[in-house]
């Protein structure tokens, strides 16, 4: 290996989609047609996704930052666990709904729908969720949370459409995530209170910009610029 060369596991990794997979461009063009449809209030439109992030404590007191100088921190620190980041993001109205939680079970991802059902989107008659094919996210968990008339309930408001395998880039709340994570996450937190405040923190100055998404990608496009993605038909 020369030198400076990145190691494999230390190079930026990708999602790359299979080439000719009728699979991939059926849900592909699902999620791509959601996204041209106009704003719905009583049908809105909701990416949800979720990631682990590490609690991290000082072992050692960091210097104060200085005129000119930036905060400095020791190279070692302590490991306090993990927690999951829940985040859902209606992209046509800037709207974000995060909770934080110890971890990403399918109770509580049933859990995390019961709240979004009933506390972000108690109008709506249908919520479009848009996710990625994870096995934790289906309705199936709601009856593993709640009694089957409550589970029965919520499932009712949610239709659910999977983003492919390899397609996680068709989940603009993966986008959200990685903007959360550069602009929250950058600096140690140390416990589940701070990592809840921080986001919180995060979410709502989002919120105030009205930061929305204007994708702009279609099904149109991605027969052009995707077509190695598309079957081959033999005449």
């Not at 140690?188 to 998404?213: F, G, S, Y």
Request: hydrophobic share 35%; with cysteine.
């Amino acid at each position: 290996m020369k030198k400076n060369e990145l190691k494999p596991w230390q190079k930026k990794a990708w999602c790359i989609p299979p080439e000719q997979d009728a699979a991939f461009v059926c849900q592909m063009e699902e999620i791509l047609d959601i996204y041209e449809q106009p704003y719905d209030p009583p049908g809105p439109q909701v990416c949800v996704d979720e990631m682990s992030t590490q609690l991290m404590g000082e072992v050692r007191d960091p210097l104060p930052a200085q005129p000119g100088k930036s905060c400095k921190y020791d190279t070692a620190y302590k490991r306090n666990g993990t927690a999951n980041i829940f985040l859902a993001f209606e992209p046509l109205s800037g709207q974000r709904y995060t909770t934080v939680t110890d971890h990403r079970t399918k109770v509580d991802f049933a859990h995390y729908m019961h709240a979004l059902v009933d506390e972000g989107y108690p109008d709506a008659e249908k919520i479009c969720l848009v996710m990625d094919n994870l096995n934790t996210h289906h309705k199936a968990a709601l009856y593993e949370a709640f009694v089957p008339q409550e589970a029965k309930r919520i499932a009712d408001k949610l239709e659910s459409h999977d983003t492919p395998t390899h397609g996680s880039w068709l989940n603009m709340a993966e986008i959200e995530l990685s903007h959360l994570r550069r602009q929250c996450l950058a600096d140690r937190i140390e416990d589940k209170t701070r990592l809840i405040h921080e986001v919180q923190a995060w979410n709502k100055k989002r919120h105030d910009r009205q930061a929305k998404a204007h994708w702009q990608f279609t099904t149109a496009d991605a027969r052009v610029k995707l077509i190695r993605l598309y079957p081959t038909l033999s005449m």
